[in-house]
């Protein structure tokens, strides 16, 4: 049976590779993301809308107007984040920092904490959650993105606990290296220094990360994958990349 798939931060990368391998399996489906107009571009027959994670106003409205289009909300995807900078602690201005913690933390909480009731109440659903390898191996430079991501593994394991019983499962998907858009927000812009990330190694696809999230999604109701720590076969940690020619 189609279910309805709510997928946050799917004009881009791994949120519309997610949103268009659910759409492949029939599930209906409501995308949000500030850019709303590269939404249709997407999947064309999805519900979607303007979603800003940082503003409860908009996290509401988005949530109201998908429950209304599609009904209640059986797989929430919380993909929308973003690394701000290089900052290493010690430089930090904190505005980089509060735009992480606000979207990557603050933002998920928002979105999840006004589904989750209703998945409670009804016994089932699945809150998948888009963590990274920086949550599990912190880096120079990246200490509050890395931070923020490891702030998701206790919030998914608290939530795992409080819906025990309910028949809500929790997923995190962790994963090292993609190719998306990632790098150019970054780095605000500067795609040659983005294209760098890249270059000479095979990251991950979109649609790799896509793929884990299906498989959590597309097991029985009694199983639950916790978390699926996934990399290139080329990257062993945040700085143990091979490259070709070194
Ligand atoms: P992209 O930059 O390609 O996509 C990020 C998405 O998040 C965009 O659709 C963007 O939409 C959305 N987004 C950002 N801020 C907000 C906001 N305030 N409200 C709503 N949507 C927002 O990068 P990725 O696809 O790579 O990133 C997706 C997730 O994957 C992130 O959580 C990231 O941390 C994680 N990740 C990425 C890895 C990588 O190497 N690429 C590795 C591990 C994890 P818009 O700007 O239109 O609002
Ligand atoms: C993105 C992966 O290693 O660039 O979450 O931080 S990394």
Not at 38 to 50: I, K
Not at 103 to 131: A, F, K, S, W, Y
Not at 188 to 194: C, L, Q
Request: glycine letters at 10%; a neutral charge; hydrophobic letters at 40%.
């Amino acid at each position: 049976m189609s279910r309805h798939v709510v997928v946050t931060g799917a004009s881009s990368g791994i949120g519309a590779a997610c949103a268009r391998a659910f759409a492949r399996l029939g599930d209906r489906l409501s995308l949000g993301a500030r850019r709303a107009d590269r939404l249709p571009s997407v999947v064309a027959e999805a519900h979607h809308h303007e979603l800003d994670v940082t503003d409860p106003v908009s996290v509401a409205g988005f949530l109201d107007a998908a429950v209304a289009r599609h009904g209640p909300i059986d797989v929430l995807v919380n993909n929308a984040g973003l690394a701000r900078g290089t900052e290493k602690i010690a430089e930090g201005t904190g505005e980089a920092w509060r735009e992480m913690v606000e979207t990557n933390v603050l933002g998920l909480l928002e979105v999840t904490r006004r589904v989750l009731p209703q998945m409670i109440e009804r016994r089932g659903g699945h809150v998948v959650v888009i963590g990274s390898i920086a949550g599990h191996k912190s880096y120079a430079g990246g200490g509050v993105y890395c931070g923020s991501k490891r702030a998701l593994q206790s919030i998914c394991e608290a939530m795992r606990i409080e819906t025990l019983g309910t028949g809500v499962r929790v997923t995190s998907v962790d994963p090292g290296m993609v190719e998306t858009e990632f790098s150019l927000v970054r780095f605000r812009g500067d795609a040659a220094r983005a294209a760098k990330v890249y270059q000479g190694t095979r990251p991950l696809t979109a649609d790799d990360v896509a793929d884990c999230v299906v498989f959590a999604a597309t097991r029985p109701a009694h199983v639950d994958i916790e978390t699926i720590v996934v990399m290139p076969t080329d990257q062993a940690s945040p700085h143990h990349v091979h490259r070709a020619g070194s």
